[in-house]
């Protein structure tokens, strides 16, 4: 565990010291606090404009962070050979995939934190209230991030790092929109053959949208304690399940 | 070791096939607004949609205003009456965009309820505003707006005070924060139910609406002619 965490703590200070993730978390603070002066419209509407807004920005700025930390970790650590003297040592492959993964993700922690905190602030600033459905989303989108990554990291070792990228992308896509129209097709097939085939895709590839709660916040509708923990048990065992499998592809990778 | 990994990779997927099930039945995934394959690609915009549709809205609320500036009518919203030929076509060329903003964002109510007044009110197709609306409904029951909206359609349009009374009711069921509104879904309820010959009902709901705002002059009156026996309904 002790070499996990050196791992992580070291992957966590590279990442600190790449500049660019804090023009992106700049970035988008900004484009959060420009939401709030949306002001020519009714206050009903303002308000469901910045909610909105500021919602995509951070599920947006968690996806791209994720991008741009993950698909590179193990890779980069390969082209600069700097994996050689480290592999060298009494560490497990395993080890190494945990640590780098705990690294970057107490990174993209740190950073949807920052936005979080901010985005808080700013719901309060305008409503002057805490909102749960915002907290409870937000712990979501955290736990989304966990799932993302781990998936990212998996890709990232089969695929180069642009490539990564685009799949990661067009997956994380994929899986917000999966839902309702793989049910839309399960109801609609004819035979029972093509419904197992399309229970199967639902079923076995993550479903991003369990940790979407946009609409709730808007609404304003009830999300229970329970929801947002099933659906944060189930966004770790997808999240082990992507790990697993990076573990396993790396043990037999060639370096 | 050689097992771990594998055992453990199964009954993570295990766990979380019976997650989705559990999270499933608590959240029901909504029913799509379009038939595939425009389903299909909305989906791939995934959590953008709502955020193109903000957009549309800024767009929307851009044209209203712009033309206003241009007319001098410096305070009209986009939910307002034309006052001239050239406001109707403005609404007609604006309708296409509500239409786009719901189906990307079919809890956006405001579109809703703006779309259904101008189709109802200013473009004159009761019809196609009541399904608008309806649709709007499928989609936001939890809110009162729409079914303020349609109780409005109801008594101002179609003169039907039963239709109206059941959807204002059901309005009011629902939390509504702004007192003003409130006094006038009221108001609309009271004066449904006087069309419909419930002068007791009304009575209550003219009552609840003086509740609100007690220094309305013209609710007390009312209170006092249907306590004399006054109204014809």
Redesign the interface.
Known sequence: MRRILVIAGNTFLLAVRRRHLHIITIFTALILAACSL?S???L??QV??LK??S??AA??YGMAITVVLVTNQVPGEIENKTIYPLMAKPLGR?EFILGKYLGTLMMIFLNLGIIGIELLSLIWWKEGIVEMNLLKAISLIWVEMALFSSLCLCLSLLLSPPACATLSLIL???S??????L???IGGAESDYTRWIFRAF???L??LE?F?L??SV??G?HV?F??VI??G??GI??T??FL??A??LFRKKEL | MTLK??V??LS??I???F?????DS??K??A?VFE?PE??L???????S??IA?IL??RV?EYF?GHEAEEGHAHR?AGEAPATQEGFKRITEVMPFLRVITWL?P??V?AYQVGGWHLAFNLNKPDEAEKFLKEGLKF?Q??YEIYAELGKFYLEKKGNPLEASLHLSRALEHPVSDAYEKKGLCILLAVSLERQGRLDEALKTWRMAGGIDPADMLIKARIEELEKGKVIP
Request: hydrophobic content about 45%; glycine content about 4%.
């Open positions: 949306l020519f419209f009714d009903g509407v469901k404009f909105d807004l919602m995509a599920a947006l395993v994380y896509f994929l917000h929109s999966k839902t309702d129209y049910h839309y097709l639902y079923y076995l993550p479903n369990n979407n946009r609409d808007i609404t509708a229970s329970l929801y099933k659906a048990i189930y065992s997808f082990v399940v697993t499998l573990c396993l | 990994l594998p453990l990779f993570a997927l766990l979380s096939v997650l989705q099930v559990s999270i608590e959240r995934p909504a799509p595939a389903e299909l909305l989906g791939f915009l995934g959590g953008l709502v955020t903000d809205w800024i609320d205003h919203h964002d809890h956006f405001r936001n939890s809110r």
